[in-house]
Every structure is written in C-alpha cells, then in structure tokens.
C-alpha cells in the first residue's frame, strides 16, 4: 500500500484519476494511505515540538546550574572564612 518514497500529493493524484474515470475501487485503500501518511506527519511535528520545549527546559535548568554552583562556591569560601576566624578566635 504505502510506498516508503511516496508523498501525499501522489496519493492524492491518484484520487484525483479515480474521480476522473469513476472508478473508485482503490478508493477507500487511498484514503487509509493518505492518513496514514498525514497521521506521521501530525507525528513527526508534535516530536519536533517537543524536542524544541525539552532543549529550552535544558538550557534554563543549565542556567540556573550554573548559578547554584557560583552560589555553592561563594557559601563554601565564606565557610572557610568562619572556619579561619573561628580557629583564629579559638588561639586567642
């Protein structure tokens, strides 16, 4: 039924010949082709869809990485500071 090269604008040429000459016997099977094929394309948008909203999601939460690790990093320096000036305190 479905050629793995065909596109729609085939199908529905030949759709079109069946209306022309009255003979719909292959009718309904081209009718399934064409959805099918419409069906994949539907498919084939939403899975582009979602790849585009899941490369934004990765790149806020690559963000907001970023900006926790600068963060961990400030709090571990002021850590070490306290630490310092605790043990400084502690030699007095």
Known sequence: MSNP?????SALEEMRKCCKTLNFAMMKSQIE???VMANRMEEALYDKDDLYRAR???KKLEDETKKL?????KLLNQIEDLEEKRD???DV
Do not use: A, H, S
Request: hydrophobic share 15%; proline share 0%.
């Open 5 to 9: 090269n065909r596109y729609i604008c």
């Open 33 to 35: 082709e064409v959805q």
């Open 56 to 58: 934004e999601e990765y």
């Open 69 to 73: 690790r600068k963060k961990k990093k």
């Open 88 to 90: 400084d305190l502690k």
